[in-house]
């Protein structure tokens, strides 16, 4: 008598045939408008976390989870497990129904001038075969608890998010190549920011490095706090010391990843006093010239 097959159950969630393109064009006409925000955001970002969707997008991971089941039956997104933190959540990635809707030139998060991919399929196995996949994590999480907090907080606003790849090209004349970066509206004013997500894997001197390009960018276009976020107070505390008296002509603040982004979580180098809101650091959008195509204009009616 044979033995009974130890092969796993179908994950319902998972469509067992691939869809056709009339078929994915179809079912874009069901997407809700937060579908549509999470599959711009996955075009740009490359991949967000089941709880990073459902604290930006959803009331609740249950239903964050019903909505990504659909979705996955669409073809919209795609998942792959978490082997990077041991969380073992599932990670999402933009789907071949999301792609027919949101073409991107961001390709690959390692290589930003690498070859278009042949498929959505290669695209995805960059993403999931990336190294940097802790560091995008860390590097989308600010922006996703920003978002979050505009949700309960209707005088706040999260006006841009820009991936590493988005900004690299934006300001590639100056040689700045942050992991994100944002334009925050809270409490009547407007706080442009460059991220520099720090996951104490670089020495201080490389990431102090770094504000080198910004300041050649300070010259002439905007003049934004450079976060500096680290894992630890000694980090934090190192970078503060070395940071002591240093004239900079953009702004840098210090932060740690387990305080909240929005809050009193900014300590600047320049005056290392009671730790700061977002929107209390200094900014300037800069001149408005050739030479700052990406100026930040505020929208007419708040």
């Known amino acids: 008598m044979s033995s009974p097959s130890t092969a796993p159950e179908p994950d319902p969630a998972v ?18 408008l937060r579908d549509h925000q999470l599959l711009r955001w996955l075009a740009e970002h490359y991949l967000l976390t089941t709880s990073q969707i459902a604290t930006a997008l959803f009331p609740s ?35 071949a129904t999301g792609a027919i809707k949101y073409r991107t030139p961001w390709v690959d998060p390692d290589h930003l001038d690498a070859r278009l991919p042949r498929s959505n399929i290669e695209r995805t196995e960059r993403i999931a075969g990336s190294l940097r996949l802790s560091h995008l994590l860390g590097s989308n999480q600010l922006f996703v608890d920003l978002h979050a907090h505009t949700r309960t907080n209707p005088d706040a606003t999260l006006a841009r998010w820009w991936s590493e790849q988005h900004a690299t090209s934006a300001y590639a004349f100056a040689g700045v190549r942050p992991d994100g970066h944002g334009i925050w509206r809270a409490a009547g004013r407007t706080v442009g920011f460059f991220l520099e997500h720090d996951n104490n894997t670089e020495s201080l001197r490389t990431v102090l490095l770094k504000l080198r ?36 002509a953009m702004p840098v603040a210090t932060g740690l990843h387990d305080e909240h982004p929005a809050g009193p979580a900014w300590t600047l180098t320049s005056d290392p ?25 505020e929208p007419d009616n708040d």
């Open 15 to 32: 469509p067992t045939r691939k869809l056709t393109r009339d078929q994915r064009l179809v079912l874009l006409r069901r997407l809700t």
């Open 61 to 95: 991971e249950r239903s964050a989870g019903l909505r990504l089941a659909t979705l996955l039956r669409y073809e919209a997104v795609q998942r792959f497990g978490d082997v990077t933190t041991g969380t073992g959540e599932y990670l999402y990635a933009l789907g």
């Open 213 to 248: 390009a910004y300041e050649r960018l300070a010259e002439f276009g905007p003049r934004y706090p450079v976060l500096l976020r680290v894992p630890s107070r000694r980090r934090e505390a190192n970078l503060l010391d070395l940071l002591a008296g240093v004239p900079t």
């Open 273 to 297: 006093g009671p730790r700061r809101w977002l929107h209390e650091l200094p900014s300037d959008h800069g001149p408005d010239t050739a030479m700052n195509p990406h100026r930040y204009t």
